[in-house]
């Protein structure tokens, strides 16, 4: 009996070379380079190669250490177990985890995961033995994604290697959706850039989060911020424009907020940051999410301050339309934030004083 590996619905319709760099995220360990982390991984690179019992120790490590210091993580560590445990062919020890899970966790994003785990347990293996890519579909995860991994891992050509990963992505399985991310932290950067961009089309939060922590370049974090906005990773980007110490990652997510609409972080930003970059990149990021309701709140709080006060007037105009700063310009309090209003309007090629036809 040959069997297909169901597609994930939202990959399936996508042209990925066409893709552009949109729930809050507490299911793995936050300490990006320490030994949570590492186990995270070291438990992911396991699974990769078939490794199942060593993933399974490796996540029950992960499992003991977060109950230590994160317990409001640790489904995905039991989650990860349950995985590891069936696709060794413990069916019985990994319902027993899923149970678990569920009891603890009931509202966990990695019940859903469990279920389809538990209801692909007793699908028949394939009888197939052709290994090319095809072939592969119509094998059970726990056949295909060593195989797959495997092909990423070889001296195979760059084209066989984006193929495998393509694959990986349209598996609806978490395991190979974490191989995907896997790559994503890895070091060859056209694989790398292509697996950040599936894994934002899947909606994949806890692994973008993870890739984040794990990459050490503030380029490579940057698409990956952008990533997070496609993937609808607000918070997380919100956590970044407030409290990195890198103004540059502070923009990124805040230009990613924009382009995904979501104002009430930007106002609040532009509002109060004290670092006036951070507050301009804030203000330019309303103007692309058409926040002018925010950028007219804002701009009393910024009357006084001539760059400030330009910006917002540039944002409006991208927000909105001319009429808006127009009325600005006739309502300005004085003459010199008269003035700054209309050096404005003429640089986008309005005159306030040119009578209307």
Same mark, same amino acid.
């Given at each position: 009996?040959?069997?297909?590996?169901?597609?994930?619905?939202?990959?399936?319709?996508?042209?990925?070379?066409?893709?552009?760099?949109?729930?809050?995220?507490?299911?793995?360990?936050?300490?990006?380079?320490?030994?949570?982390?590492?186990?995270?991984?070291?438990?992911?690179?396991?699974?990769?190669?078939?490794?199942?019992?060593?993933?399974?120790?490796?996540?029950?490590?992960?499992?003991?250490?977060?109950?230590?210091?994160?317990?409001?993580? &640790?489904?995905?560590?039991?989650?990860?177990?349950?995985?590891?445990?069936?696709?060794?062919?413990?069916?019985?020890?990994?319902?027993?985890? &899923?149970?678990?899970?569920?009891?603890?966790?009931?509202?966990?994003?990695?019940?859903?995961?469990?279920?389809?785990?538990?209801?692909?347990?007793?699908?028949?293996?394939?009888?197939?033995?052709?290994?090319?890519?095809?072939?592969?579909?119509?094998?059970?995860?726990?056949?295909?994604?060593?195989?797959?991994?495997?092909?990423?891992?070889?001296?195979?050509?760059?084209?066989?290697?984006?193929?495998?990963?393509?694959?990986? @992505?349209?598996?609806?399985?978490?395991?190979?959706?974490?191989?995907?991310?896997?790559?994503?932290?890895?070091?060859?950067?056209?694989?790398?850039?292509?697996? &950040?961009?599936?894994?934002?089309?899947?909606?994949?939060?806890?692994?973008?989060?993870?890739?984040?922590?794990? &990459?050490?370049?503030?380029?490579?974090?940057?698409?990956?911020?952008?990533?997070?906005?496609?993937?609808?990773?607000?918070?997380?980007?919100?956590?970044?424009?407030?409290?990195? @110490?890198?103004?540059?990652?502070?923009?990124?997510?805040?230009?990613?907020?924009?382009?995904?609409?979501?104002?009430?972080?930007?106002?609040?930003?532009?509002?109060?940051?004290?670092?006036?970059?951070?507050?301009?990149?804030?203000?330019?990021?309303?103007?692309?999410?058409?926040?002018?309701?925010?950028?007219?709140?804002?701009?009393?709080?910024?009357?006084?301050?001539?760059?400030?006060?330009?910006?917002?007037?540039?944002?409006?105009?991208?927000?909105?339309?001319?009429?808006?700063?127009?009325?600005?310009?006739?309502?300005?309090?004085?003459?010199?934030?008269?003035?700054?209003?209309?050096?404005?309007?003429?640089?986008?090629?309005?005159?306030?004083?040119?009578?209307?036809?």
């Amino acid at each position: 009996m040959i069997r297909h590996i169901p597609l994930r619905p939202r990959l399936t319709a996508l042209t990925l070379a066409t893709l552009l760099f949109a729930a809050p995220l507490a299911a793995a360990p936050l300490d990006p380079g320490g030994e949570m982390n590492a186990l995270y991984w070291q438990g992911h690179s396991a699974l990769g190669s078939g490794d199942w019992r060593g993933a399974q120790l490796r996540f029950a490590d992960l499992e003991r250490r977060l109950r230590q210091s994160e317990p409001d993580a &640790v489904d995905a560590a039991i989650y990860w177990q349950a995985y590891a445990l069936m696709r060794a062919g413990r069916d019985d020890e990994a319902t027993a985890l &899923v149970k678990r899970l569920r009891g603890e966790f009931p509202r966990s994003r990695w019940n859903r995961d469990a279920a389809q785990l538990l209801h692909g347990r007793n699908q028949a293996p394939v009888v197939d033995g052709d290994d090319s890519l095809t072939a592969l579909l119509r094998q059970p995860p726990a056949q295909a994604i060593p195989k797959l991994v495997a092909l990423l891992n070889g001296n195979g050509a760059p084209r066989l290697k984006q193929r495998a990963l393509f694959l990986l @992505s349209q598996m609806d399985d978490a395991g190979a959706l974490a191989q995907v991310a896997v790559v994503a932290r890895g070091n060859d950067p056209l694989l790398s850039e292509r697996a &950040v961009r599936m894994l934002a089309v899947a909606n994949a939060g806890d692994e973008l989060r993870q890739v984040y922590a794990a &990459v050490p370049q503030a380029d490579r974090k940057l698409l990956v911020l952008k990533a997070m906005g496609v993937a609808g990773s607000y918070q997380d980007l919100a956590e970044v424009a407030r409290r990195s @110490s890198n103004a540059s990652l502070r923009r990124g997510a805040l230009q990613a907020l924009g382009v995904a609409g979501q104002s009430e972080v930007l106002a609040e930003v532009a509002n109060s940051s004290t670092d006036s970059g951070t507050r301009i990149a804030a203000i330019q990021a309303l103007g692309t999410a058409n926040a002018t309701r925010d950028l007219l709140a804002l701009y009393p709080n910024v009357r006084s301050a001539p760059l400030l006060r330009q910006e917002v007037l540039k944002s409006l105009l991208v927000a909105s339309n001319e009429g808006v700063v127009m009325k600005l310009y006739h309502q300005a309090a004085t003459a010199d934030e008269q003035r700054a209003v209309q050096r404005v309007l003429i640089d986008a090629g309005y005159d306030p004083n040119r009578p209307r036809r």
